[in-house]
Nanobody, 125 residues
């Protein structure tokens, strides 16, 4: 029912910043809870951040808290992930995901029904 397309990934030096975007199709974007996940080489997919329907409630993994900011613009059908103070361990494929409320466990990938294809983020040091 909703299609997600990520963009904004690329190569950045450690300490730098990058903003990822996730564009959603359809007219029901504002009815979906949104999250960002990442998968590094040789590792399992892990939770990064999540945001509620109107953007007021946000949640972060401990590893990115204070450095990353998730936000959404429902008028543009887009969710963002602003990444600052990037570290080499942030290197991963970043994917956005959506689910219909309510959350059961927002850090669990299985809680989300819809996924984008992902965008590569590489942090050099």
């Amino acid at each position: 029912q909703v299609q997600l397309v990520e963009s904004g990934g690329g190569l950045v030096q450690a300490g730098g910043s990058l903003r990822l975007s996730c564009a959603a199709s359809g007219r029901t974007f504002s009815t979906y809870l949104m999250g960002w996940f990442r998968q590094a080489p040789g590792k399992e997919r892990e939770f990064v951040a999540a945001v509620g329907l109107m953007g007021s409630n946000t949640y972060y993994a401990d590893s990115v808290k204070g450095r990353f900011t998730i936000s959404r613009d429902n008028a543009k059908n887009t969710v963002y992930l602003q990444m600052n103070s990037l570290k080499s361990e942030d290197t991963a494929v970043y994917s956005c995901a959506a689910r219909i409320p309510p959350w059961r466990n927002k850090v669990d990938p299985l809680d989300y029904a819809y996924w984008g294809q992902g965008t590569q983020v590489t942090v050099s040091s």
